[in-house]
């Protein structure tokens, strides 16, 4: 028990070392996004490497969970100017006046914030600094939701169409509730699902049957499980904690039973008929949503998922 201590703490001075060896030059600007039909400006913060040369940089865009931007989102786009990668922030919570979506996720869908990543990933193309042959995203919890949803053609053709795809997907540990017909590749990048064995927040058994279904269509995908991981396993602080009135729906699985028409799986309510929502989804949620989410940091899958992360952006972007 004590060598296992001693291995976690040695772990975590590890990757802070790593994190606090890349000083960045920070750059705030705003994207045009959209919100309910209307024009909206989403923040965005553009980490660049202290040192990058003359050339065009790889680039990651970091979207948050339901917590909003916190030092996670931070300390990732600090770990890719490590490796000499771009990092931009998207925050899609402040500008729609919501702080957190824990206790409600309603306010803010992932599908709104797959929009937001859509079109940053459009302005960075536009950027001199940035190659758009290498751009990518990571994503947390509902923003890994962002990530694999940004992976399926449904879903980006609309919102990117003609413009440069994703080279790059790393989802940690998403929820992967929705399921629709369609599962082709957007582009054809590669999707990394880093999931915890003991996740039961987010679950882990959508998304074992997301990544099937996603495989089988075509995709590029690598599942990795870490064994003993709770959600939100990389956030330096208590090693379990607990929301008590926190949405849990781990358990809601929605199929697209037709084209257009979604239901909730457990009960077979529609929540949308041929496109339009039928305005059932509180009866849905009734059916297969807990109240009480958990989740704990683990130093040692931290620093080992840290470790996945690198190799996996070195690979896809062809970095030394």
């Not at 302005?123 to 758009?132: F, G, S």
């Not at 980006?156 to 399921?179: K, Q, V």
């Not at 599962?183 to 099937?212: I, N, Q, W």
Request: proline share 5%; with cysteine.
């Amino acid at each position: 028990m004590l060598a296992a201590t001693h291995r976690g703490a040695a772990a975590f001075l590890a990757a802070m070392l790593v994190l606090a060896a890349a000083p960045s030059a920070a750059e705030s600007f705003n994207v045009e996004s959209r919100f309910h039909g209307k024009p909206l400006m989403i923040p965005a913060q553009l980490l660049l490497p202290e040192k990058h040369g003359d050339g065009r940089l790889p680039a990651m865009i970091v979207m948050h969970g339901s917590g909003g931007v916190r030092e996670r989102e931070r300390n990732y786009a600090r770990e890719f100017n490590s490796l000499g990668v771009a990092a931009v922030i998207v925050d899609s919570f402040s500008p729609r006046g919501v702080k957190s979506t824990v206790r409600d996720q309603s306010p803010v869908s992932s599908y709104d914030m797959v929009v937001d990543a859509a079109n940053t990933l459009k302005a960075l193309t536009k950027r001199p600094e940035i190659d758009p042959a290498r751009i990518g995203m990571i994503g947390f919890s509902k923003g890994g939701t962002v990530v694999i949803k940004s992976a399926l053609r449904r879903y980006m053709e609309p919102l990117a169409a003609g413009e440069t795809r994703f080279a790059l997907l790393i989802a940690m540990y998403p929820w992967c509730g929705d399921l629709p017909l369609d599962f082709r590749t957007a582009s054809g990048a590669p999707l990394h699902m880093l999931l915890g064995e003991r996740d039961v927040y987010a679950g882990t058994v959508s998304c074992k049957e997301f990544g099937k279904k996603y495989a089988e269509a075509g995709g590029d995908l690598t599942l990795k499980v870490y064994a003993g991981a709770q959600h939100d396993w990389d956030v330096p602080g208590s090693g379990h904690w607990t929301v008590h009135d926190g949405q849990n729906q781990s358990k809601c699985i929605y199929d697209e039973i037709a084209p257009g028409t979604w239901a909730e799986r457990s009960s077979g309510i529609k929540i949308v008929e041929n496109n339009k929502r039928t305005g059932n989804i509180k009866k849905a949620l009734a059916q297969c949503m807990t109240l009480g989410v958990s989740g704990g940091y683990d130093a040692v899958t931290r620093a080992q998922s840290l470790e996945d992360i690198r190799a996996i952006t070195r690979a896809a972007f062809h970095l030394r």
